[in-house]
């Protein structure tokens, strides 16, 4: 069961994928609650004269509400006050790295080395100041006698006493592309940790700033930061195949993968953007639409193989503010086989293997999401293979039937749940795929 909660305005909206829509309003949720804020409801299955729906939190933040207008008067004096409060919003984060696992079943619920999603960022994203930030505060603001310029610290206390900066965090959830307020989850509760996902901490932590607060410098490791050290963030919905099929189709038409600003001291579904308009269909942020195929092949793949394997990621800038879009690279597909099946399809790398440089850089970026103690890879044979009890197939066996557990020759039908045959149901099943993009 896949549910929309809409989240902004006060009535349910209509039928969504045979379900009814729900919605949840958060009140002020304290973003790091780790164990998860569960939401309640109240449904209501009227399409006119709405009422309020959802329930108030009342749990205290543990984000600042930032410096009121008297307060900035107070410190800066009016004009100067003025100018902290035009200072425009200042961040720019980026991911490097969509790893997309495509297993799904009961028994993977809460294991993190199945996680549907992961992303991160290692080579090229992080998260900077904006230069346009450095350019305004030079214009607007005086050094400190007898500092010639601004210092690092004085950048960084103007950030954070501005209302458009102040508390900010960076988070990924899957939302709606034309109301980026909405926010899809798995199950009947919307749960911070789990369908948004906080990165890193309050960016305007001085703490958290050390690591990019100088003009240029993008940082993806945050050695001193209170909350997390990198960028890093999981989204799962695998307990069942359907739910996961339902995932990729959304994906395709609806959704999109953000990046996006919790408002500090606010409800956590809310996104930082240049108006309060609803829909929300612009905000500051990044955008990835995903798009899936069945498994490639150079000898051919059936038509009745699921669309399993990340095929691109386009990226965007939610702002609206003309940015050119940006193409991934998702030529790492790789397959996912039985233990049972290693010794056929996917053998352990040798030491002579692992002499080769070029594998040893393929093996790198591989292991960005799937941990040594998790998973062996094989990048000649571009397959994975899971470590510990659990499977990434619904163990049945088959062999004692005289069939495959799984059918890896990709231009043969296969088994799936609620497929169509060409003719006689296969008895092997279709194959799961673990796919990494890379931002160009």
Not at 25 to 44: D, E, H, P, Q
Not at 244 to 254: D, G, K, L, Q, V
Not at 268 to 276: L, M
């Amino acid at each position: 069961m896949l549910i929309l909660v809409n989240l902004p305005k006060s009535c349910v909206i209509a039928l969504y994928l045979g379900e009814q829509s729900m919605k949840v309003r958060f009140n002020k949720t304290a973003w790091r609650a780790a164990g998860g804020i569960l939401a309640s409801f109240v449904l209501v299955v009227s399409f006119q004269n709405c009422g309020k729906a959802g329930f108030d939190a009342d749990l205290d933040s543990t984000l600042d509400s930032g410096m009121s207008d008297a307060a900035l008067a107070a410190k800066y004096g009016e004009s100067t006050a003025a100018k902290v409060q035009a200072i425009p919003f200042a961040f720019e984060s980026t991911i490097d790295t969509i790893t997309y696992n495509s297993c799904a079943d009961t028994s993977l619920r809460n294991n993190t080395a199945f996680s549907s999603l992961k992303v991160g960022a290692f080579t090229s994203g992080g998260i900077k100041i904006k230069d346009e930030f450095f350019t305004y505060a030079d214009q607007n603001f005086k050094p400190v006698y007898p500092e010639p310029t601004l210092t690092e610290n004085q950048y960084k206390e103007y950030l954070a006493d501005s209302p458009a900066n102040n508390g900010a965090v960076a988070n990924m959830a899957i939302r709606v592309k034309n109301s980026l307020t909405d926010v899809y989850t798995a199950t009947n509760n919307v749960v911070l940790w789990t369908d948004i996902v906080p990165l890193v901490g309050n960016l305007t932590d001085s703490l958290v700033m050390d690591a990019y607060g100088t003009k240029g410098v993008t940082a993806n490791y945050f050695p001193f930061s209170p909350e997390s050290r990198v960028i890093e963030a999981s989204l799962n919905f695998n307990t069942s195949e359907e739910l996961a099929e339902e995932y990729r189709n959304i994906f395709m038409s609806s959704g999109v993968l953000a990046l996006t600003y919790m408002a500090d001291n606010a409800e956590i579904y809310k996104v930082r953007a240049a108006t309060d308009a609803y829909p929300v269909k612009s905000a500051y942020g990044k955008g990835y639409s995903l798009a899936f195929v069945p498994g490639s092949s150079a000898a051919g793949v059936h038509s009745g193989n699921p669309n399993r394997v990340l095929a691109s990621v386009l990226e965007t800038d939610l702002s609206g503010s003309g940015v050119g879009a940006k193409n991934w690279n998702c030529n790492r597909a790789y397959r996912v086989v039985r233990k049972e099946d290693r010794a056929s399809y996917c053998p352990e790398h040798t030491f002579a293997d692992l002499s080769n440089s070029s594998i040893r850089q393929e093996l790198a970026v591989m292991r960005r999401h799937l941990r040594a103690d998790q998973w062996d890879v094989n990048v000649s044979y571009r397959c994975v293979v899971p470590k510990g009890a659990t499977s990434c197939y619904k163990e049945e066996n088959m062999a004692a039937k005289g069939f495959a557990e799984v059918e890896y020759d990709t231009t043969k039908e296969c088994f799936r749940t609620n497929g169509t045959y060409s003719g006689a149901i296969p008895s092997s099943k279709c194959m799961h795929y673990v796919t990494v993009c890379t931002r160009d």
